[in-house]
């Protein structure tokens, strides 16, 4: 279903499924392959009975399996998926792009990517900025913002303004559905959204710990604002467009009878899943309503589906991808997911270009704040009849107003700013959030030994590192502590290391010589053994756990090496991981990402106790 009229264009969600390599689990288990493609069909066959074939056509079937000559990797993905969601931001509209899979199908890799094989996003906002790049600066002008979103146990949080705390879903007739106070921030090239993305990471890594969540299970939102004003050569009028991308790794459904999920972890699980499933309900009432059958589509059953109303059901050109596992073991998930994607491609949007014409928007948005003023102070401005209801406002009522009149006067600010102004903005925003994280200890220096947190989640593992220097680095809870750490079981003086020059030695050997003391009863462990107060020697990639929710490993610089970015480190192998085509990094980085597994279920080990 498809056809187009004026600017208005009604098309069906675009679905594409992929299935990625066995990982070290499945190879163990000796899983077989239960996922085959051919063309866009992919076929399912259940491993009790090779008598029970499902078919599933899709737009695109992705075979990530192997190394064979159909084998897709990023780039072949991006050229078909990717290109596709920027042209359509290009040409006005907004767009839609969501991964969904059970837990470690591949989601975030086909998403986000690894640094020697960048995913959709990084590769589309590459793209994107190549394409500004290369247009006549005297017929066009562009403004790109973005804002980086997660949506943890059904609650928002700004991952650019970690202290907002009164996020709240709003809509409005001029913006559609949009979250209200999410930091939005003027960028310029990739390499600074790249930059600002990596602090959204960091902030995500430091609030799981803060949280016990060992496993930041959570959906993000990243979200890129496009704006564009034609320049009318002879009058020099400009014909402005606005489009919204929003780019969203959901969190993977799993099951409680795989995981052995139990406290706090079993809680992030069931928010999970019920999200999800809100999700699900919603996308099987828009395929029978797309179908002419009517139904009521339940988008405000959950944060996620409200969030994402415009994207599932309205203006906006979507494009799904569904990440499969091919082992036996997954058979379940992999067929829940197959009729989840199934679902989707029957949905039909009704896009729109949307032009942006600024000073109408600032017209309205006056005569709002007008309005608003008039019905606060119990009559109504010149232009509007007073009504008896406007007079008699309950103290409810008028709460009500005033947060309209706030968000209103907000968004004027918003729209009113110059360019330069909002790059000035955004400027302070980054420096303010550098010195933030930069309070708690966070940063690398070149030639010094450094911590580098691990997580279940390979995004955000080596996201968090802090420099050791030479002498004692207090770690704890404390102010006065150089390393600041906040969360269960840590201490305000939690712990000691000491740093001292090794002596010189051969090509590879560790230049420096580390040692850790843990204060009295404070929970420490290096490599899974306890810590007491007599300092105990550390050596390169010793794994320390500090209370019951921080993970670290401990890179020491050696002869002829340097000193990792936080960043560069935190690629492990990933939910893609094997040796197919498309599979996420390998080599010591791979080797940090094993020792998570037996961390995360340590540590959930001494919280259950």
Not at 180 to 193: K, M, P, W
Not at 542 to 561: C, K, M, N, S
Request: proline share 4%; net charge negative.
């Amino acid at each position: 279903a498809r056809h187009a009229h004026s600017n208005v264009m009604a098309d069906n969600i675009k679905v594409a499924v992929r299935v990625r390599p066995f990982n070290k689990r499945e190879l163990g288990k000796q899983c077989s392959c239960v996922v085959a493609m051919q063309g866009n069909q992919t076929t399912l066959t259940n491993p009790e009975n090779a008598d029970d074939v499902r078919t599933f056509t899709f737009d695109h079937s992705f075979w990530s399996h192997d190394d064979s000559p159909n084998a897709v990797g990023q780039d072949d993905i991006f050229q078909t998926l990717g290109v596709e969601y920027v042209n359509n931001c290009w040409e006005g509209f907004n767009c839609c792009l969501f991964a969904y899979g059970q837990t470690g199908s591949g989601k975030s890799y086909s998403m986000m990517g690894a640094p020697s094989s960048p995913g959709i996003i990084p590769l589309g906002c590459r793209e994107l900025f190549r394409r500004i790049s290369e247009a006549d600066p005297s017929a066009m002008e562009f403004e790109v913002e973005v804002s980086y979103l997660e949506i943890y146990n059904e609650r928002l949080r700004d991952l650019f303004n970690p202290h907002e705390a009164k996020l709240a879903i709003r809509e409005s007739r001029q913006r559609g559905v949009y979250v209200s106070n999410l930091t939005a921030v003027t960028v310029q090239s990739y390499e600074e959204i790249e930059r600002w993305m990596d602090k959204g990471n960091e902030n995500r890594t430091v609030a799981q710990t803060r949280m016990n969540a060992v496993s930041s299970r959570s959906h993000s939102v990243f979200v890129v604002q496009l704006k564009q004003a034609k320049i009318d050569a002879a009058t020099q009028s400009k014909t402005e467009m606005a489009s919204k991308v929003n780019l969203v790794d959901l969190a993977g459904s799993e099951r409680q009878t795989k995981t052995h999920a139990t406290g706090a972890r079993l809680k992030e699980a069931c928010s999970i899943n019920k999200s999800l499933l809100a999700l699900g309900n919603v996308i099987s009432a828009l395929a029978e309503s797309a179908e002419g059958r009517r139904r009521f589509i339940p988008y405000r059953d959950s944060v996620l589906t409200r969030l994402l109303q415009e994207s599932l059901g309205g203006n906006s050109k979507t494009i799904m991808i569904a990440a499969l596992s091919p082992a036996s073991d997954n058979y379940d998930e992999t067929l829940s997911t197959l009729r989840y994607a199934d679902r989707a491609k029957r949905i039909v949007n009704n896009a729109v270009v949307n032009m942006s014409p600024s000073d109408k928007l600032i017209a309205d948005l006056r005569a709002e704040i007008e309005r608003l003023q008039g019905l606060l102070a119990g009559r109504a401005p010149p232009s509007i009849e007073p009504s008896p209801e406007a007079a008699a406002a309950s103290d409810a009522e008028r709460a009500r107003l005033q947060e309209d009149l706030d968000e209103s006067v907000r968004l004027m600010g918003e729209v009113s700013g110059s360019y330069e102004e909002k790059l000035a903005r955004a400027g302070q925003q980054y420096q303010a959030l550098q010195a933030e994280l930069s309070r708690t200890g966070l940063g690398v220096e070149a030639g010094c030994p450094a911590l580098l947190n691990l997580s279940e989640d390979p995004l955000l593992t080596g996201r968090l590192a802090y420099a050791l220097r030479d002498g004692e680095t207090t770690i704890g809870a404390a102010d006065q502590a150089r390393i600041q750490l906040h969360g269960p079981a840590i201490r305000a003086q939690h712990c000691v290391l000491r740093v001292v020059e090794a002596a010189q030695g051969a090509p590879g050997s560790a230049l420096f010589a580390v040692t850790i003391a843990a204060a009295q009863g404070a929970k420490v462990f290096a490599n899974g053994d306890p810590v007491g107060t007599t300092p105990r020697a550390l050596g390169h990639n010793d794994r320390v756990i500090l209370g019951t929710a921080h993970v670290f490993r401990l890179h020491l610089p050696h002869e002829g090496t340097e000193v990792p970015g936080a960043a560069a480190e935190g690629e492990g192998e990933g939910e893609g991981e094997g040796k197919g085509k498309g599979t996420g990094s390998t080599g010591s980085a791979a080797g940090m990402s094993r020792t998570i597994t037996s961390s995360g279920s340590a540590l959930r080990s001494m919280d259950a106790a």
